[in-house]
């Protein structure tokens, strides 16, 4: 997913939610001295004016932790983001089979 901030001011993802999961939080994931390392992002993700920032596997993620009824590939998963200036935004999300993208996060 690609998040563009086209506003005149900075913003900031500052939770999402799902009712296909109990949960969703935002990690970073980063290569240090050839181990990866995941790290939750309590203060959220922030959007600069006029840039785009990409969540993907291996990199800045949403995770959805206790997914609820099973996700079967080919499933569309409603997902709310709220943003501290724009509030909330509903995009749907398509389950993709696990490893489909080249930078496939594994353990999740
Ligand atoms: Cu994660």
Do not use: C, W
């Not at 050839?34 to 291996?58: A, F, K, N, Y």
């Not at 932790?65 to 749907?92: S, Y």
Request: glycine letters at 12%.
């Amino acid at each position: 997913m690609v998040l563009r901030n086209e506003g005149a001011v900075p913003d900031r993802l500052m939770a999402a939610s799902s009712p296909m999961a109990r949960a969703i939080e935002m990690h970073h994931m980063s290569m240090t001295d050839g181990i990866m390392r995941m790290r939750p992002l309590p203060d959220g993700i922030v959007l600069p004016t006029g840039q785009s920032v990409r969540l993907e596997p291996g990199g800045l993620h949403l995770m959805l932790v206790g997914p609820i009824g099973g996700l079967a590939q080919g499933t569309r998963v409603p997902v709310t983001l709220r943003f501290e200036r724009a509030g909330e935004v509903t995009v749907e999300l398509a389950v993709e089979a696990a490893g489909s993208r080249a930078s496939a996060h594994q353990g999740h």
